[in-house]
């Protein structure tokens, strides 16, 4: 059985924060062995819940910098969490980075075979998917070369080939399908419909409001690495339409007030 158990997770990331310094300062906090340039912890994600089992298609929307795609990576066991837990039954297929980590140097074949060794797949089970996988990129005698002379949009035909190659239970998504060009993009729209029917479990992040809410039997809103409202689609995905929308009338609300020139004094 497929499944998805997040309890109180948090990730925090640890960044080092440049600032210039006097000689005075350098010497004495060298003198006493501190930092000349401190420390701070980026809270990337802060006590995420989230349950999800066999059948269900949760979403995950937010806007950019809400923490979807950590949560996706935490998901994905890319990232640990730094407090709370997260556990992931299932067999796991990602897609997003999916053009991230190619062996440049390595022929298309040749990555191929360890991607998909990455991806959890034996000796056996990619030997019948070899072929698949090349006549989907479509790339046909450039596989024999290294993928360091790929055009963007070949090493993006053949990631999403290796990466969609998987039969997973647990299938993670983040807008996969806003690349490529439109012959690829056509592809790849059939190949994940494919992928969603046959997975047990799917996770998505997504902009695309009209689509979560019609694919989704649930949806996670995300604001600042924390998450604001989980339930069904069509009313967390209202909560946070009109919640986009107050916020944008109170944008130009506050433009309009900074905006308005300083009434001139008049002599009488």
């Not at 996706?72 to 990232?79: D, S």
């Not at 690349?179 to 690829?184: E, S, T, Y």
């Not at 209202?238 to 433009?255: F, K, V, W």
């Amino acid at each position: 059985m497929a499944s998805i158990d997040v309890t109180d997770a948090s990730v925090t990331f640890t960044a080092t924060q440049s600032k210039q310094v006097t000689l005075k300062e350098y010497l004495l906090k060298g003198l006493f062995r501190k930092s000349v340039n401190p420390q701070v912890a980026i809270h990337a994600l802060s006590g995420i819940n989230l349950t999800a089992r066999d059948g269900d298609r949760v979403g995950i929307i937010g806007h950019n910098g809400a923490g979807k795609t950590t949560l996706l990576k935490l998901l994905a066991g890319i990232y640990t969490p730094t407090a709370g837990t997260s556990r992931v039954e299932g067999r796991v297929c990602s897609l997003f980075d999916i053009s991230v980590g190619f062996e440049n140097e390595a022929t298309g074949w040749e990555n191929i075979v360890y991607r998909s060794y990455l991806q959890g797949e034996s000796p056996a089970s990619l030997r019948d998917k070899m072929q698949e996988i090349a006549e989907f990129s479509e790339l046909g005698e450039f596989l024999s070369i290294p993928v360091k002379n790929y055009s963007a949009g070949m090493r993006m035909r053949l990631a999403f080939a290796i990466a969609t190659a998987a039969q997973p239970e647990v299938l993670l998504v983040a807008e996969v399908l806003a690349v490529g060009d439109m012959a690829l993009q056509i592809k790849a729209t059939a190949r994940v419909r494919a992928m969603v029917s046959v997975s047990r479990l799917m996770v998505v992040v997504s902009h695309d409001l009209n689509t979560v809410r019609d694919t989704c039997t649930k949806v996670v809103w995300m604001r600042k690495g924390q998450v604001v409202q989980e339930g069904p689609p069509a009313e967390v995905v209202a909560a946070y339409n009109q919640d986009a929308t107050e916020r944008a009338s109170a944008a130009r609300a506050q433009a309009q007030v900074g905006g308005q020139a300083a009434p001139v004094a008049r002599v009488a």
